[in-house]
């Protein structure tokens, strides 16, 4: 079901050093900030060859990120994105094998304009799991 990686999401303290870490010591393709208040969240996206890393900083009042951030002060990856090509499909074959749909289950848009949806992280080897409809 799930297809192509397309992102690594890594949340981050200071955005600024992140982006210069990026850009200048691993010398990757770094967009300018981008704020995604639907999201709490401000984006800056890494350019690679075969997938994208996005660095996360809190934006607004009760950011989804605010808790990692406090558990992990020193940021750290936040969530995998997996591309499908039907997320309604996908959201419903992962309810019905007992998987937690986040929020209120249904698909928002994402930092790239396209349908997402969050999976628990307990469901998930402990990791975050976000899936985006391509
Ligand atoms: C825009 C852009 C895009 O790409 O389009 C994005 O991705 S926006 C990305 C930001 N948006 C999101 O993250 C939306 C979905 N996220 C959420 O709904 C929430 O952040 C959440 C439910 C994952 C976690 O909620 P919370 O911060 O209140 O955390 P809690 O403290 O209750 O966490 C419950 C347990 O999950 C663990 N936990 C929390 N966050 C993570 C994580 N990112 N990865 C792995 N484990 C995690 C905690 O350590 C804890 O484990 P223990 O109990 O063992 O200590
Ligand atoms: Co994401």
Redesign the pocket.
């Known amino acids: 079901m799930i297809g192509r990686l397309n992102?690594v999401?890594i949340?981050v303290p200071d955005l600024e050093a992140a982006t210069i870490i990026y850009r200048e010591t691993l010398g990757a393709k770094v967009s300018p900030p981008q704020d995604?208040p639907e999201?709490?969240?401000t984006?800056v996206f890494v350019e690679l060859d075969n997938t994208k890393i996005?660095l996360?900083h809190p934006l607004g009042e009760n950011?989804?990120?605010?808790?990692?951030l406090k558990?992990n002060a020193s940021g750290g990856?936040?969530?995998v994105?997996y591309e499908v090509e039907d997320i309604i499909a996908a959201r419903d074959r992962l309810k019905s094998k007992g998987a937690r749909i986040?929020?209120d289950g249904e698909p928002k848009i994402?930092?790239?304009k396209k349908p997402?949806l969050?999976l628990?992280?307990?469901d998930f080897s402990?990791?975050?799991v976000?899936l985006?409809q391509v």
Do not use: R
């Open positions: 992102h999401a949340a995604e999201n709490g969240v984006v996005e996360l950011s989804p990120i605010e808790g990692f558990k990856i936040h969530h994105c986040l929020g994402g930092a790239h997402v969050f628990h992280p307990k402990g990791t975050l976000e985006e």
